[in-house]
Nanobody, 125 residues
Framework: QVQLVESGGGLVQAGGSLRLSCAAS????????MGWFRQAPGKEREFVAA???????SYSNSVKGRFTISRDNAKNTVYLQMNSLKPEDTAVYYC???????????????????WGQGTQVTVSS
């Protein structure tokens, strides 16, 4: 079993920055991917960014160039640095962890086996 705990969300003005953290505990496998997804009110959960066990990153077009995902395997933690935030970035952000081999793409929620409870990010205009 893997537990994921997100932190770092909050209220920020447009153009500001936030750094989300996701700490993993339990039977984690640093060889697999971790990802961030988000869900805004009334919308489906959408892919934000992912990072492979080897450190290769992938981003949605809506955040590319503004967000950076990174991981510290020694601390079992993944980060999401969010810069130049926009009101449309407002959502609950979820951390996800892949713990088994599968053929889903990094942007597919089905790739991930465990999910955190989410952290609210609100960007005011």
């Amino acid at each position: 079993q893997v537990q994921l705990v997100e932190s770092g969300g909050g209220l920020v003005q447009a153009g500001g920055s936030l750094r989300l953290s996701c700490a993993a505990s339990g039977r984690t496998n640093s060889g697999y991917a971790m990802g961030w997804f988000r869900q805004a009110p009334g919308k489906e959960r959408e892919f934000v960014a992912a990072i492979s066990g080897g450190g290769l990153s992938s981003y949605s077009n809506s955040v590319k160039g503004r967000f950076t995902i990174s991981r510290d395997n020694a601390k079992n933690t993944v980060y999401l640095q969010m810069n130049s935030l926009k009101p449309e970035d407002t959502a609950v952000y979820y951390c996800a962890s892949q713990e088994s081999r599968n053929k889903y793409s990094y942007s597919d929620y089905a790739r991930y086996d465990y999910w955190g409870q989410g952290t609210q990010v609100t960007v005011s205009s």
